[in-house]
């Protein structure tokens, strides 16, 4: 950084060296940090983000698409933009001049008396300093006629780069609490933030030692215009005069940087370390992961078969999965400069191999990608990925490569590491794990391969939070691959596809799209939008050659013959049931029962009565209410044994919709209620899953009405009952569907109500966060989660519900522990609390009638095993939902 534009220039020469950004707060002798050191290593780390993770073409990119009323804005406006990108983050801690700050916050008597008097805060007055220094520079331009030529262009310019700095210095006003509402009303005149700059400015006004350390204090006391800008700024931010996407990129991408540099720089101070980037590059190279993927049996099979055909020994099926993996390869080496790749494939057909493949060439493209994260719908996805990425990641010559799982059940550290911290807790001794790096790499995504939820992948990219903005700036140059995005709340996918296109545009992001359901978001994008829309860009083009195969086609046999009766009644489906089941046990077919229910009430009366008409026949449940243990055992033995033959060759599994992706279970035959055409496809993917059957059949019937269920979404509009519908699950082919689906979507955009397209693009426009979030939330319903208090066997013994609660209300409470040894501490209490706890929808806003104790919307019940059955088969206790509503309503009278 020029010496002209170091934190120094807007000190006063008493200040310089004396003012300081941190203190010790651990008892040690160690110096404090000054604010010139501080923000210099705060800039250190910004720099690192911008050369190293690719936020500094990030933000040229989105300043390319930062059109002024369509026209592009000029290489000097966008240097003087880039300034004030930089700026912001280098001087976003100026108002920690402030001798309240000093005296109070940091205990330095330096300030003398001036610190004894007013706030201590300092964000509002850094924010005020930085509108001080560059409206002041901008008025000097302007009256100079710099810039642009013409009047009518100059004026233009001007207003927009008032509004760039009124955008920042917000930003920079919130960096310790929270994204808000940039254009929130204030009364008539003003809005919300316009006040609190206003009032600080008042406040400078009457107390001028409140500035006492800024070098041009005179100038901000004298200066009549600086409200007078921010106000005219305001009368232009009204006008639609920018797009709205990349404004809202950039905004994320200062607010994210300038957070994560200070974490870093804060971390650094404290621990005495440097924080590093733990990304594909020098340090982690990525050649000896692709080696070690290339040197798999299963590539090398590919690779024989790719060579000489005639040699290979793999099977028919494995054939055509071969062909499927090498066609997916072609097409993505040949559009390597798309941003967004589709990748759909049939139910058994490989796609996690592909689609590890498909991201090792991308980041392996010289393209600047550095990291791969997977983002999936369910936890199960991702232990499965999880499984299938260690035996590449895991192996001994590879070191230190870390594939990590950020989701709501598993801990922040290893088995092993967790182990550690169980024994030194036992023997009370000093903490030998570094739960402060620990913390920072989950927070700031330091990682090479990450794999997490879409819920939490929807925070990144649209939480408000200081700590959720963490990870977005460690978005750029990745690799990210989403799959089964068809499970994501139907009503946003319009605005997903948006977002999608320009965060990958901007961040420099390849998205691979993945499911053997894929809906083709691309035919939602508003084509009026000023922002560059790509085609969409499938991976398979020659879909027919391996969806009509009839190793994939034909490997469940469809009977839709019951659907014509009408609505079914669970007395009538379990005889059909069991007839079935005895017909091929006579012809001595393969006996592994599937029935799903789209209602957890259906499914426990099913479970409930067809366990007396089976005999001896095992018989599971599996819903919603099951602990993450319960399903991980009845997984194992639904699977295979050493041998590779079927632990339950006869088993009946009733299930509700979980069962419908991300389980990895292999049925002969399926019985379900209808209900979205690309939910029948995925239960289909658990039957015959291995395809190396015949004689393997799915019976479709009506029983609960699925608008219920799937409420507010577009697919429920025609269903099974509907000839056109069955031909469409018989040959495989959802474009017709998905395409009614995106018109019905579009449509509804266009009502002169809260859904139309205008609120939502208006929203982005004028910055409104907190709207935003509440709009992309994945999972409106408000739901509460209760916590059961009873004793479980677990892979690791007997755990007591109330011991674990015990220690979450302990460290929740805890304000003296160090907060990162808390949080991981608290990660590890919650991957034992997911045995306990049960989500739980809320109706018309009640709560809960029965539990003793609450933590936000976790309800402890103490009397837990009252609700809970003990399944015999698995060794577990079950939740018997049925058993604590009808104690909430109590006896009946």
Not at 839 to 849: A, F, H, K, L, W
Request: glycine letters at 6%; charged letters at 25%.
């Amino acid at each position: 950084m020029p010496n002209d534009s170091r934190i120094t220039k807007w000190l006063t020469d008493e200040a310089i060296g004396r003012l300081h950004a941190h203190h010790p707060d651990d008892g040690s002798n160690r110096q404090a940090e000054t604010l010139e050191e501080h923000s210099d290593l705060v800039m250190y780390y910004a720099k690192m983000l911008m050369s190293d993770n690719g936020v500094g073409a990030a933000v040229d990119r989105a300043l390319e698409r930062m059109k002024m009323d369509g026209e592009d804005l000029g290489e000097p406006v966008l240097e003087l933009i880039r300034g004030y990108f930089a700026q912001a983050i280098y001087l976003h801690d100026l108002g920690k001049v402030n001798p309240a700050f000093q005296w109070k916050k940091m205990k330095n008597g330096v300030v003398g008396q001036r610190g004894k008097t007013g706030s201590s805060h300092h964000s509002m007055l850094s924010a005020l300093l930085y509108l001080h220094i560059y409206l002041s520079e901008l008025r000097v331009m302007e009256a100079s006629g710099e810039l642009a030529k013409g009047r009518r262009r100059n004026k233009k310019v001007f207003a927009f780069l008032r509004h760039i700095l009124f955008t920042f210095a917000y930003v920079i006003s919130r960096h310790h609490t929270y994204l808000g509402n940039m254009e929130e009303p204030d009364g008539e005149q003003l809005t919300a933030f316009e006040r609190d700059i206003h009032r600080m400015y008042e406040h400078v006004q009457e107390h001028p030692t409140y500035v006492h350390y800024y070098r041009d204090k005179e100038a901000l006391m004298l200066s009549t215009t600086l409200f007078h800008d921010i106000v005219a700024a305001r009368n232009e931010r009204f006008k639609d005069m920018h797009p709205p996407f990349p404004m809202y990129s950039l905004v994320k991408l200062l607010y994210s940087t300038m957070v994560s540099s200070d974490f870093r720089a804060a971390y650094q101070y404290k621990e005495q370390k440097s924080p590093q980037m733990q990304y594909f590059g020098e340090n982690l190279p990525l050649q000896p992961v692709l080696e070690a993927y290339q040197q798999g049996k299963l590539y090398k099979g590919i690779m024989i078969y790719k060579d000489n055909p005639e040699i290979s020994e793999l099977s028919e099926m494995n054939r055509l999965r071969a062909a499927l993996f090498l066609e997916t390869e072609n097409r993505l080496l040949g559009g390597l400069h798309e941003n967004v790749f589709y990748l759909e494939g049939p139910t058994g057909s490989g796609k996690t191999n592909m689609s590890i493949n498909l991201a090792l060439q991308l980041l392996n493209s010289n393209l600047g990608l550095n990291k791969l994260i997977y983002v999936f719908p369910f936890n199960s996805l991702i232990e499965q990925t999880k499984e299938t990425l260690d035996g590449i990641f895991a192996q001994e010559s590879l070191g230190d490569y870390k594939v990590e799982v950020i989701n709501s059940i598993t801990p922040m550290v290893t088995e092993k590491e967790r182990q550690a911290v169980q024994e030194q807790d036992k023997d009370r001794c000093e903490p030998e794990h570094d739960f402060k790096s620990i913390l920072l790499q989950r927070q700031l995504l330091q990682y090479p391969v990450t794999l997490t939820s879409h819920v939490n992948f929807f925070t990144y990219l649209f939480g408000t939070g200081r700590e959720s903005n963490l990870a977005f700036a460690h978005l750029c140059n990745s690799v990210i691959v989403l799959d089964e995005i068809q499970s994501y709340r139907n009503l946003l996918w319009k605005e997903i596809i948006h977002y999608l296109r320009s965060f990958a545009e901007i961040l420099n992001i390849k998205f691979i799209i993945m499911s053997a359901t894929l809906p083709q978001l691309d035919q939602l994008l508003e084509r009026s939008d000023e922002e560059r829309l790509a085609e969409t860009y499938s991976l398979v083009q020659n879909r027919e050659i391996y969806f009509s195969n009839p190793l994939f086609c034909n490997r469940v046999q469809l009977h839709f013959e019951w659907l014509s009766e009408g609505k079914i009644e669970v007395e009538q489906l379990l005889e059909r049931v069991v007839e079935v089941f005895h017909e091929r046990k006579k012809r001595g077919s393969g006996n592994r029962i599937l029935i799903e229910f789209i209602s957890k009430k259906s499914a426990r009366v099913c479970y409930d009565l067809i366990r007396a008409k089976v005999g001896n026949i095992p018989v599971y449940e599996l819903t919603g209410d099951d602990s993450h243990f319960y399903r991980n055992k009845l997984l194992k033995l639904l699977g295979k044994d050493g041998s590779g033959s079927f632990i339950l060759p006869e088993v009946i599994v009733v299930a509700t919709q979980v069962i419908e992706a991300g389980v990895d279970i292999d049925m002969d035959v399926g019985f379900k209620d209808i209900s979205l055409l690309d939910s029948e496809e995925q239960f289909l993917g658990r039957i015959n899953r291995s395809c190396d059957r015949s004689d393997c059949h799915s019976y479709f019937f009506d029983m609960d009405k699925a608008g219920t269920i799937y409420r507010n979404d577009w697919r429920t509009e025609h269903d099974l009952h509907h000839a056109t519908y069955q031909q469409m699950l018989l040959h495989k082919d959802f474009s017709e569907f998905y395409q009614l689906n995106m018109r019905r979507i579009n449509e509804s955009r266009q009502r002169s109500d809260q859904s139309n397209w205008f609120y939502f693009r208006n929203n982005v426009q004028t910055l409104n966060f907190p709207a935003l979030k509440k709009h992309m939330e994945l999972i409106p319903d408000k739901n509460v989660s209760l916590f059961l208090n009873c004793t479980l066997e677990t892979e690791d013994g007997p755990l007591s519900g109330e011991e674990v609660w015990n220690e979450y209300v302990r460290l929740v409470t805890d304000r003296v522990m160090d907060y990162s040894e808390r949080m991981v501490r608290l990660s590890l209490v919650r991957h034992q609390m997911n045995y306990f706890t049960y989500t739980y929808r809320v109706v018309n806003g009640e709560t809960p009638c029965i539990y003793s104790e609450r933590i936000g919307s976790l309800y402890y019940v103490p009397n837990g095993d009252e609700y809970m059955d003990w399944d015999e088969s698995t060794n577990t206790m079950k939740f018997n939902r049925l058993a604590y509503e009808q104690a909430e309503r109590g006896p009946l009278l």
